[in-house]
């Protein structure tokens, strides 16, 4: 319950201001230090950031590419990082259709709901103390 309850906030509206903010961190630190890691291609800080946006979108037009094994792992971050937001932009846009855009995570449980949460704890309590004396028992 409480990983779901976490996971709702990463998907709210708070949720993806961070990723977006992660993004472009990404997006502007994997442009510049491609440029320092792609030497040969003489390429300027402006061809980094062109780079960085056509891979994080996962276009890659194939104008700049790495040719170092250090630029190759840069791309591969830039990659998942980029595929990872899509995913992330995807499971809170389904959100919004299951619980609605009112700008929560997830709507509060009704006071029925809460009632049936708070007596199934109190059943996964009494069958763990149960299943502790028997195990008691049997040892």
């Known amino acids: ?21 992660i993004i472009f ?6 442009g510049v230090l491609f440029v320092a890691v792609e030497p040969g291609q003489d390429l300027s800080t402006w061809d980094g950031l062109w780079w960085a946006a056509e891979t994080v ?11 170092t094994a250090l ?28 619980y609605g855009g009112s700008g929560g995570a997830a709507p509060e449980p009704d006071p029925d709901q809460t009632d049936v949460m708070r007596k199934r704890d109190e059943l996964s309590r009494q069958i763990a103390e149960l299943q502790k004396a028997l195990g008691e028992r049997r040892g």
């Open 1 to 21: 319950m409480a990983v779901a309850h976490r996971l709702r906030k990463v998907f709210s509206l708070e949720g993806l201001r961070y990723a977006t903010l």
């Open 25 to 30: 961190t990404v997006l502007a630190g994997s």
């Open 57 to 67: 979108t996962t276009v890659a037009y194939g104008d700049i590419y790495p040719t």
């Open 71 to 98: 630029g190759r792992v840069v791309a591969t971050v830039v990659m998942i990082a980029g595929i990872g937001f899509v995913a992330l932009l995807t499971g809170a846009l389904a959100q919004r259709f299951l």
